[in-house]
Nanobody, 126 residues
Framework: QVQLVESGGGLVQAGGSLRLSCATS????????MAWFRQAPGKERECVAA????????YYTDSVKGRFAISRDNAKNTVYLQVNRLKPEDTAVYYC???????????????????WGQGTQVTVSS
């Protein structure tokens, strides 16, 4: 049973930073594509960053480019999302997602992912 557990969320002032972590158990993530999604109240879940199984290719949605950085440590079975220069509009529940990937591809739609964490709340005050 693959389980993902996010941590690192919290309340931060605009301009601040957080480091979100996604610890995975039940498998080794070296053959999994990973991603971070977020969902704000009343909005659809969106992919903010994705990383392929080797870590060699990443994707960022336009609104976070230059501020967020996704990385992975396959030896630790952990994926990270460094979030910098936070804005109030970044406020959302952030979810980690995983899917087995035979190819070195990124996936950015929620329906492309098999496993999800429970989410961690990020709240940015102005």
């Amino acid at each position: 049973q693959v389980q993902l557990v996010e941590s690192g969320g919290g309340l931060v002032q605009a301009g601040g930073s957080l480091r979100l972590s996604c610890a995975t158990s039940g498998t080794t993530i070296s053959t999994y594509a990973m991603a971070w999604f977020r969902q704000a109240p009343g909005k659809e879940r969106e992919c903010v960053a994705a990383i392929n199984r080797s870590g060699g290719t990443t994707y960022y949605t336009d609104s976070v480019k230059g501020r967020f950085a996704i990385s992975r440590d396959n030896a630790k079975n952990t994926v990270y999302l460094q979030v910098n220069r936070l804005k109030p509009e970044d406020t959302a529940v952030y979810y980690c997602a995983a899917r087995y990937s035979a190819a070195s591809s990124n996936y950015i739609r929620p329906d492309q992912y098999t496993y999800w964490g429970q989410g961690t709340q990020v709240t940015v005050s102005s």
